[in-house]
């Protein structure tokens, strides 16, 4: 069983396809070696043979920032969504009816266990771009200390993800409702500022011609190509052609470019400025419903 109550309505599948670009520097906490922050990066092999290393925007560490974007989202009542349903980091509430766990699963330790339905995926840098490490004046926890050697700074070195670094990443849904979905939706959009750990932070939705390369899937059964990008690429142009070709990819589907349905729904498909509206639909259905809801 899986402990999920039976769904007021149908259940679907959802995906987003994205790529998004370091607006900046970026600095993902990794390893902290002997006065050196580290950033994550991951090792891979190319079909030829070839060993590379590239920056990496961990799949876990989007799934915090989501969370807590939803956690801290501001409800009516002048508290925050966390407070108001008393569902914390790392206390989550677990309960099958909190909008932030019904699909990011809950753990109460050794006691009760809620299966999330959301899953993130990607995150390997396009560019062959190793972090950049830079000396930094002082470091952030010597400043709360109570400490009188903080009055003259202790130079430190951290590494950083260069700007322009572009990330193809993916989040998946199984079995969620269309109400359920609104919450991912709006931690989706809501993230994208606050993505990296300390400052600076913040992503952007990757445009090309000006139009974001974003892909949004509602389905019961699974159709076209699926706008993933290897790992293996290193190329901007070719990985940005992928996406782009993989994203209209839907045999016997009918639509324009911007809208692709099959089977009588069985299959949608939103691309581009039209996915990016849908997810903000679900974003503000969300806020109307959770976070303005008089409880
Ligand atoms: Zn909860």
Same mark, same amino acid.
């Given at each position: 069983?899986?402990?999920?109550?039976?769904?007021?309505?149908?259940?679907?599948? @959802?995906?987003?396809?994205?790529?998004?670009?370091?607006?900046?520097?970026?600095?993902?906490? !990794?390893?902290?070696?002997?006065?050196?922050?580290?950033?994550?990066?991951?090792?891979?092999?190319?079909?030829?043979?070839?060993?590379?290393?590239?920056?990496?925007?961990?799949?876990?560490?989007?799934?915090?920032?989501? $969370? $807590?974007?939803?956690?801290?989202?501001?409800?009516?009542?002048?508290?925050?969504?966390?407070?108001?349903?008393?569902?914390?980091?790392?206390?989550?509430?677990?309960?099958?009816?909190?909008?932030?766990?019904?699909?990011?699963?809950?753990?109460?330790?050794?006691?009760?266990?809620?299966?999330?339905?959301?899953? !993130?995926?990607?995150?390997?840098?396009?560019?062959?771009?190793?972090?950049?490490?830079?000396?930094?004046?002082?470091?952030?926890?010597?400043?709360?200390?109570?400490?009188?050697?903080?009055?003259?700074?202790?130079?430190?070195?951290?590494?950083?993800?260069?700007?322009?670094?572009?990330?193809?990443?993916?989040?998946?849904?199984?079995?969620?409702?269309?109400?359920? @979905?609104? +919450?991912?939706?709006?931690?989706?959009?809501?993230?994208? +500022?606050? /993505?990296?750990?300390?400052?600076?932070?913040? +992503?952007?939705?990757?445009?090309?011609?000006?139009?974001?390369?974003?892909?949004?899937?509602?389905?019961?059964?699974?159709?076209?190509?699926?706008?993933?990008?290897?790992?293996?690429?290193?190329?901007?142009?070719?990985?940005?052609?992928? @996406?782009?070709?993989?994203? $209209?990819?839907? *045999?016997?589907?009918?639509?324009?470019?911007?809208? /692709?349905? /099959?089977? *009588?729904? *069985? @299959?949608?498909?939103? /691309?581009?400025?039209?996915?990016?509206?849908?997810?903000?639909?679900?974003?503000?259905?969300?806020?109307? $419903?959770?976070?303005?809801?008089?409880?």
């Amino acid at each position: 069983m899986s402990g999920l109550p039976q769904a007021n309505g149908q259940r679907y599948h @959802f995906d987003i396809y994205a790529i998004l670009e370091g607006s900046q520097e970026l600095y993902f906490g !990794h390893e902290v070696m002997i006065n050196v922050n580290m950033v994550e990066t991951v090792r891979l092999v190319l079909p030829n043979g070839e060993g590379i290393e590239k920056c990496y925007l961990s799949p876990t560490k989007r799934r915090g920032i989501e $969370r $807590r974007c939803l956690l801290w989202a501001p409800c009516s009542n002048g508290k925050m969504l966390g407070e108001k349903l008393n569902c914390h980091i790392p206390k989550t509430c677990t309960k099958p009816e909190c909008p932030v766990c019904a699909v990011y699963g809950g753990l109460i330790t050794g006691r009760q266990t809620l299966i999330g339905r959301l899953t !993130h995926g990607g995150g390997v840098a396009i560019q062959q771009l190793l972090p950049e490490e830079k000396q930094r004046a002082m470091h952030p926890s010597a400043i709360l200390n109570d400490d009188p050697s903080t009055n003259s700074p202790t130079p430190f070195k951290r590494q950083y993800n260069e700007p322009g670094l572009l990330y193809p990443i993916y989040n998946h849904c199984l079995s969620v409702t269309e109400d359920e @979905f609104q +919450a991912v939706a709006y931690a989706f959009l809501d993230s994208l +500022a606050r /993505i990296g750990s300390g400052n600076p932070k913040g +992503a952007s939705l990757y445009e090309m011609d000006n139009t974001p390369l974003l892909v949004v899937d509602k389905y019961l059964v699974p159709h076209g190509a699926r706008p993933v990008i290897s790992p293996g690429e290193t190329s901007v142009e070719r990985a940005l052609q992928i @996406f782009q070709d993989k994203a $209209r990819r839907v *045999n016997g589907g009918t639509g324009n470019g911007e809208y /692709i349905t /099959i089977s *009588n729904g *069985n @299959f949608e498909r939103w /691309i581009g400025w039209s996915a990016y509206q849908r997810l903000q639909a679900w974003a503000d259905a969300f806020v109307n $419903r959770v976070l303005k809801a008089n409880d």
